[in-house]
């Protein structure tokens, strides 16, 4: 039975990964920052509490983990816009959305080599690509780019261990991030971020893709 960690996954797309991988037969382990009934394994976290990613690391030792999935991410204050920035907020966005991957990505590398599969996959966004960027929600976004980053430059470390690392983007979901008025419901993201992932090779790390499997341009 493969294993999936899935961080965040108490909402939104998380908790969807959840239930898909779940149906599917996978071993899901879920972090979540509030107890949730929805998993059978859970596991509380807050990705920016350096202290609870090392009692993570230290649950979890020599548990095989074939896909490594950080998702957890916050938006930040909406709206935000030269003359409103809110630098404690922003620094909140990085902390979660960067930093918390990257310690996660750190405690957990081992159990992901150690598995069959060895994919992790952090959640960006189209936002995140400064090829298209027109300045829209710029701490989220900035959070994203710089995602996108450490995404690329650990595919590079790792790919000698054999373990890819890939950004993939939801597209715009209603979850209570995107907001109702977006146009994929959480099914069908999360089903095509499932075929992408379940597709990907060895030759596929570092890429920034779409659910629908389209590459993004950096």
């Known amino acids: 039975m493969p294993t999936v960690l899935i961080t ?8 969807e990964l959840a239930r898909q991988y779940a149906g599917d037969g996978w071993r899901v382990i879920g ?27 230290a649950r979890l030792k020599g548990v095989p983990i074939d896909v490594l999935f950080c998702n957890a991410g916050v938006i930040g204050k909406r709206g935000s816009r ?21 310690a ?7 159990n992901v080599a150690a598995s069959e599969r060895r994919i992790i996959c952090v959640m960006s966004s189209r936002l995140g690509s400064i090829s298209e960027t027109r300045g829209e929600t710029l701490p989220y976004a900035s959070s994203k780019a710089a995602l996108n ?3 690329r430059g650990l595919a590079a470390t790792l790919a000698p261990r054999g373990v890819i690392v ?9 979850t209570d991030m995107g ?3 977006a146009p994929l419901a959480p099914e069908t993201s999360v089903r095509g971020l499932r075929e992408v992932v379940g597709r990907l090779r060895p030759e596929d790390f570092g890429k920034f893709l779409s659910y629908d499997g389209s590459s993004i341009p950096w």
């Open 8 to 15: 965040g996954a108490g909402r939104g797309l998380g908790r």
């Open 31 to 57: 972090t979540v920052r509030a107890p949730a009934s929805h998993l059978s394994e859970a596991i509380t976290l807050d990705v920016a509490d350096a202290a609870q990613v090392k009692q993570l690391a």
């Open 82 to 102: 030269l003359g409103t920035f809110d630098y404690a907020d922003w620094q909140n966005v990085f902390q979660v959305n960067v930093l918390g991957a990257a």
């Open 104 to 110: 996660v990505i750190e405690a957990l590398v081992d």
């Open 149 to 151: 980053l450490l995404a």
């Open 166 to 174: 890939v950004a993939l983007s939801p597209g715009w979901v209603r």
């Open 179 to 181: 907001g109702a008025a």
